[in-house]
């Protein structure tokens, strides 16, 4: 974004991309947690909500046994198997509505949204939750969930 020579402001949009912000629930506030994990050289994962797994080692986070015990597992016998309507929808429907995920396919440069119906859709962003996102700053009509609560600067954490 920018502004032109007259003043005219000027918008233009040459790529999809995804930004993860964590509120840690499970596992550590390390560098292993932080999203996109990589699921394969081809996959990877950013994902927000809590999953019900269980925790193999303690330390990471359910997102991280998330991509490593069930969707590496998958892609490594079945190297297109993401990509596939019928896989989504099999996830889709193990998930709760505050569950989201977003892959990254390399190879076919896009991104694959899982419960993107359940997210909000702001002037062309999308919102994988409004929770955290203040109503008094940013009023939301159609914010899937309530509007509840911001941090202040001294209460986040940067890695």
């Given at each position: 974004m920018g502004f032109g020579t007259n003043g005219e402001i000027i918008i233009e949009r040459h790529a999809e991309l995804c930004l993860h912000l964590r509120l840690r629930t499970r596992?550590?506030?390390?560098?292993e947690n932080i999203h996109p994990l990589k699921v394969t050289d081809r996959f990877h994962l950013m994902h927000n909500g809590t999953?019900?797994?269980?925790?193999?080692?303690?330390?990471?986070?359910?997102?991280?046994?998330?991509?490593?015990?069930?969707?590496?597992?998958?892609?490594?016998?079945?190297?297109?198997?993401p990509?596939?309507?019928?896989?989504?929808?099999?996830?889709?429907?193990?998930?709760?509505?505050?569950?989201?995920?977003?892959?990254?396919?390399?190879?076919?440069?896009?991104?694959?949204?899982?419960?993107r119906h359940h997210g909000a859709e702001f002037e062309g962003l999308w919102l994988s939750s409004t929770r955290w996102i203040d109503r008094r700053r940013l009023p939301l009509t159609d914010a899937p969930q309530p509007q509840q609560k911001t941090y202040s600067a001294n209460e986040l954490e940067f890695i």
């Open positions: 596992g550590d506030a390390s560098t999953l019900r797994l269980p925790a193999r080692v303690a330390s990471r986070s359910d997102s991280w046994h998330l991509a490593m015990d069930l969707l590496r597992p998958l892609a490594a016998h079945w190297p297109n198997l990509i596939h309507s019928s896989f989504q929808a099999l996830v889709e429907a193990g998930l709760t509505p505050e569950n989201k995920l977003v892959l990254l396919d390399a190879q076919a440069q896009r991104l694959i949204f899982f419960n």
